[in-house]
């Protein structure tokens, strides 16, 4: 056969498979334009725009960002989202990998403990949200009966103004699961020829951690650390549920600032812009993650 009436059928044969290839990702290309996209480029046009849903939107320019800066309410949900990541990224981050590497031995009926730590992961945060406030609870509460029991000083956590963003921190850590699967899965990844030369050589326990456990295990603490300063920047329906950003707006999480100007305020403007600037933020912070980890995450192919 001629050959290149060899290569005319196998570029049919490729474009028909290109054609039904792109038939197939279509649905998932028209839901993110419409979805995800489309919704975005919305938010920045309205940003410059005075507009309360119901009358007609009025250009301002800058106006909405500008105020922001003038804007105390601005600051205070700022300085408390970034208070929040900063204690519950290190908590979600180590504590997992710890639990990981415990739940990595080979023992009787450690499946089942491994279902254990990953259902609370799968249950709903507004599920979530009313198991704990119940242990929260001040009065009849489960952590505080217990430390009545113990004789032990009482608190009263989301109610209280230092306590509320702590409280909400250990929350987030309650459902990790899903973070110590991902652990659990790289942890089976690491070779145990370098455990045993590492044993052979007189290494103990900590000292394999830290020189064989944690390295291996970079890329995927990169990963899990980025995941969590994201997903810890964007709380809300925690907030939302439980305190509504009280006590004294102890817990008033920039995303709940963003939907009570949007929704209860009707500040549509106002609000996009304040997206805009939030999804800067999380971006730039992301940008710095990244930036940083040539000094720390070691790749198997040495790069």
């Given at each position: 056969?001629d050959n290149?009436?060899?290569?005319k059928?196998m570029?049919?044969?490729e474009?028909?498979?290109l054609k039904?290839g ?7 290309i028209i839901?993110?334009i419409?979805?995800s996209?489309?919704?975005?480029l919305f938010?920045?046009?309205?940003s ?5 849903v119901i009358t007609?939107?009025?250009f301002?320019g800058?106006d909405n960002y500008?105020a922001l ?8 949900s700022?300085k408390v989202t970034l208070?929040y990541?900063?204690?519950s ?6 504590i ?7 739940l ?9 403990f491994?279902a254990i ?6 249950v709903?945060?507004v599920?979530?949200a009313?198991?704990w ?6 009065m009849?509460g489960?952590?505080?009966?217990i430390l ?6 009482t608190h009263?956590f989301?109610f209280?103004?230092t306590?509320?963003?702590p409280?909400?921190?250990?929350m987030a850590?309650w459902?990790?699961g ?5 652990y659990?899965a ?18 103990g326990?900590?000292?394999r951690?830290f020189?064989i456990t944690?390295p291996?295990m ?10 969590a300063?994201i997903?810890?920047?964007q709380i809300?329906?925690q ?6 950003g009280g006590?004294a ?7 709940l600032?963003v ?5 209860k305020?009707?500040?549509m403007?106002y609000?996009?812009a ?7 933020i999380?971006?730039v912070?992301t940008l710095?993650v990244?930036?940083s980890?040539?000094k720390?995450?070691v790749y198997?192919?040495?790069?």
């Amino acid at each position: 056969m001629d050959n290149s009436n060899v290569k005319k059928k196998m570029n049919l044969k490729e474009k028909s498979q290109l054609k039904w290839g792109y038939f197939f990702i279509a649905p998932a290309i028209i839901g993110l334009i419409c979805f995800s996209f489309g919704p975005m480029l919305f938010s920045l046009g309205i940003s410059f725009t005075k507009w309360d849903v119901i009358t007609a939107k009025e250009f301002v320019g800058l106006d909405n960002y500008k105020a922001l800066f003038h804007d105390p309410l601005f600051f205070k949900s700022l300085k408390v989202t970034l208070y929040y990541t900063l204690l519950s990224v290190p908590l979600i981050t180590c504590i997992p990998l710890l639990t990981a590497m415990l739940l990595n031995t080979k023992i009787k009926g450690i499946s089942i403990f491994r279902a254990i730590f990953y259902v609370p992961s799968i249950v709903p945060i507004v599920a979530s949200a009313a198991v704990w406030m119940y242990i929260y609870n001040p009065m009849y509460g489960l952590l505080n009966s217990i430390l009545k029991a113990l004789g032990l000083h009482t608190h009263n956590f989301i109610f209280s103004e230092t306590g509320a963003v702590p409280s909400l921190a250990v929350m987030a850590l309650w459902a990790a699961g899903n973070t110590v699967v991902i652990y659990l899965a790289g942890l089976q990844g690491v070779s145990r020829q370098l455990y045993e030369a590492a044993e052979i050589d007189g290494a103990g326990a900590i000292a394999r951690f830290f020189h064989i456990t944690v390295p291996m295990m970079t890329p995927i603490i990169f990963y899990n650390f980025v995941m969590a300063i994201i997903n810890s920047m964007q709380i809300f329906t925690q907030a939302y549920i439980m305190t509504d950003g009280g006590p004294a707006n102890a817990t008033f999480f920039y995303s709940l600032m963003v939907y009570r100007t949007a929704f209860k305020q009707s500040r549509m403007g106002y609000s996009a812009a304040m997206s805009w600037i939030f999804f800067i933020i999380i971006a730039v912070l992301t940008l710095l993650v990244f930036k940083s980890q040539k000094k720390w995450v070691v790749y198997e192919n040495g790069d």
